[in-house]
């Protein structure tokens, strides 16, 4: 089905920067992925490392992070996990984020499960060694996740990258960043 203007124009992304690391390679794979993206799409990034959340939180909505990354979440209508595969899956940060999600259902008048219906979730994974397969676990987890919360997987842009300089050598990864946003559908 071909997108119309309007729907396109209406997509908000959020970009959630995973790694310990400012400025890192997934960081930088995501930088390039995202000048693919119209230039009247909004896009929002939000560093979990400069916004931690508390690994164990309980009782009501917390005002600083909790309720950043909540807020722009639920705004968002694509949501962008900028993640290093740590350990053949997500990075710490992002796992925790993701905890946060069912913490966040189960809050009373927030409607998050209704809310995230629908959205379209993405992943940019840079990581250092053997092949694509590697990320499986962090790809399959991310897309059994949309599933259970009726949302939409639409993959994950993968780049091997270690060093600095590695994603500026690989021409193919910054072309599969450059078309990795595709919104006409
Ligand atoms: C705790 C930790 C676990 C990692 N686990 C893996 C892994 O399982 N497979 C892999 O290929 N690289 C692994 N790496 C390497 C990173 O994925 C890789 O260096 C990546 O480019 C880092 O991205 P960043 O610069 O955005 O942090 C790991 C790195 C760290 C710090």
Redesign the pocket.
């Known amino acids: 089905m071909t997108a119309t203007l309007e729907s396109v124009r209406s997509r908000s992304f959020t970009f959630i920067l995973g ?3 400012g400025g ?6 995501a930088r390039y992925a995202a000048e693919g993206l119209p230039s009247d799409t909004a896009a929002g990034w939000l560093s979990l490392s400069e916004l931690p959340l508390p690994a164990r939180p309980s009782g009501p909505l917390l005002d600083g992070p909790e309720r950043v990354l909540l807020d722009a979440t639920l705004d968002s209508t694509d949501i962008v996990l ?8 997500v ?2 940060a992002t796992k925790l984020y993701l905890d946060y999600w069912a913490r966040w259902g189960g809050l009373p008048d927030v409607g998050f499960r209704e809310r995230m219906r629908g959205k379209n979730l993405w992943a940019v ?6 092949d694509d397969t ?1 990320t499986e676990p962090l790809t399959g987890m991310l897309r059994r996740t949309a599933d259970y919360l009726g949302m939409n997987w639409r993959g994950a842009l993968l780049a ?3 060093g600095e300089g ?1 994603l500026e050598a690989d021409p193919s990864a910054l072309a599969r960043a450059a078309e990795f946003f595709d919104l006409t559908d």
């Open positions: 790694s310990p690391r890192g390679n997934t960081e930088t794979l900028a993640s290093p595969l740590h350990w053949y899956s990075s710490a994974t840079a990581y250092a060694r053997g590697d091997r990258a270690h590695d």
